[in-house]
Structures are given as C-alpha cells and as structure tokens.
C-alpha cells in the first residue's frame, strides 16, 4: 500500500470499472459492483483491496490472500481463495500496471514558469509548459506545448523538446533532440563529447565530436544514465525505448525501437542495436557491432561479436543460451573429477 505523504490515490473504483480499465474479464459478472478501494500485495491485502498474481513463485501468497479480488491468469482461477473476486487477463502484471496506473495516477502540474528560472529571450516555450526554479534554458532552445522542466535542468542552446515531455530535476541536455512524450529522470546527463580521440605516445589528441543526439518519441532514459553526442553521425535512441538508470551509451550508437536496457549497462561507440531488443543488468558491449532484431542478453553478459536476430545468448564472452548452460554442466563435472 502506498505511503499518503508521497502517493496521492485517486478514488475507488468497481470492479468492473476495473475489468474495464485493464482489459481483463470478470469471472463473475454478479461481482461487478463490488467497491475496490487500493491496490495492495498478496500477502497485505484486504478485502477493500485488489492484488496480482503473474509469477507462479508467490502462488502460495495467493493460495493464502485476504484480497478482495486479484488478477489472475485464467488458468490459476481454479487455485483462489474462497471469497476472492478475480479479474482474468492473459498478461497480469500489465493489467495490474494499469489499474495502479488509475489509483495512482502521474502527477500533471498546471502551465506554470518560475520567475526563478532562466531563460534566454530566443527561446521558444510552448503553451501550458512547466518550468521551475533554476532550469535554465539557453538561446534557441525549443519546448514543445505541455513541456515540464524541473527544478534545477539545463537545457543547452538550440535543443529542442517535444510536446508532454517531463525533463527531471537537475538534468542536463546539449546537442540534441528529444521526440513527445518522452521522459528523462534526475541526474541524466545527455549530449556531451564522446570519447573520442586519436591515441599517440606524444599525447592522445582529440577528435571533435560533431554529431547530435536524437531522441525518439515515447521514449524513458533513467536516473544518471549518459548518451554521448555522436562524433559526426548521431547517436540515436529509437521510438519507445526504456533505459534504466546508470546506463552508459558511447557515440554513434543506434538502438532501435521498443527495446529494454536494465541498469548499468554500457554500449560502446558505433555499435548498432535493432528494435526490440532486451539487455540485461551490467552488460558490456564492444564497439562497432550489430546486435539483430530481437535479442536477449543475460544479465553480466559480455558480447564482443555481433548477435544474429533472435538469439538469446549469455556469458562472457557471450554464447547461445543452451551452449552456456552446456559449458557449465561439462566444468561442474570437471570439478567433481578433481
């Protein structure tokens, strides 16, 4: 249950105000006007709260729950609890998603500009935006309608900001673009040089880093992750990806649309990432490579060639799943030799 110094809960909700807002079904239409108050967990809900079940680990906290309803996969309606009123979804946990999304709704302030903030009489600020206390926003700059700038973000020169994005609290961003309704946490630093420079025993000397950022519509970059500007070519993020926090992007890499990269990741320069690929936490990748259209990178995995579409590969350096797993068999026998 939500803390009510920091959530502010929206309302209660029927259950089939619920079934509808989650694009689930009622088990039982006789339940429809039941009166949901929160949402809560398996095992502290109660009957004025509706919980989930999406992962088989915690069937037993269902098999035990005092919520007043849960969603459930159709096939798990058979082990509920007496009592329990359920909604039926094929995808659980995005049917829970959008029903917190409704108790809980995000935050929207009203249009409104600090007059302690900064910004510089050539920049263009769209209708209803937000901006508070020390953003800063330089000569040129563009924010699309319904922009929020936090407290604190800087916005360099001639960056442009779509419409409905939420830029977080000291933020910075120069060399780029950044496409609607995208978001960008706290601390995330965006468009600075990337490294880049010409190594020689006399002194290694730099390489002007001459490209932008681009960034698609709909995408999240999290808490102090940074997006190196490209040295000539851009870097690109594609169109509703999601990045975790403390994610490291060099220059010139291009990641396709919808895909996931979890915590503490770093890609290295030129490295071409297709669409809805999946990484996991503390993986590394070498520059210049290609990972295909789809991909699943286990977490710590290393990868220094390129991945074909499809595959799910794991280790260091990384192979496909099963060979992992083989290797690993074949050295726990070796040990047992020993």
Known sequence: ?????????????????????????LADDDNAAYEIQDVAALDKADEHHIS??????????????????????????????????????????????????????????EGHISDQAYIHETATIGEGCTIENGAHICEGAVIGDHSWIEASAYIGPSVKIG?????????????????????IYTGTRIGQDGFGFAIDPAGHVKVPQLGRVIIESHVEIGANTTIDRGAGPDT??????????????????KIGRGCVIVSQV?????????????????????????????????????????????????????????????????????????
């Open 266 to 338: 770093g890609i290295s320069g030129s490295t071409v990432i297709d669409d809805f690929v999946a990484i996991g936490g503390q993986v590394g990748i070498a520059g210049h490579l290609r990972i295909g259209q789809g991909v699943r990178i286990a977490a710590q995995s290393g990868i220094m060639r390129d991945v074909e579409p499809g595959q799910e590969v794991m280790g260091y350096p990384a192979v496909p799943i099963k060979q992992f797993m083989k290797q690993v068999a074949v050295l726990k026998r070796l040990v047992k030799k020993g």
């Open 163 to 183: 419409q409905g994005c939420r830029i977080g609290v000291n933020t910075t961003l120069s060399h780029c673009h950044v496409g609607d309704y995208s978001r």
């Open 52 to 109: 989930f079940l999406d992962n088989v680990k915690y069937k037993d906290q269902f098999t035990k729950t005092t919520a007043g309803a849960c969603i459930v996969s159709p096939d798990l309606a058979d082990v509920a609890p007496k009592g329990v009123k359920l909604l039926l979804s094929k995808h659980p946990y995005k049917s829970y998603a959008k029903i917190a999304q409704a108790f809980y709704p995000d935050s929207k302030p």
């Open 236 to 253: 690109v993020i594609g169109q509703g990806t999601w990045i975790d926090n403390l994610v490291q992007i060099g220059h010139n890499v």
């Open 1 to 25: 249950m939500a803390d009510p110094q920091f959530f502010n809960k929206s309302k209660s909700f029927t259950l089939g105000e619920l079934a509808e807002i989650a694009g689930a079904e």
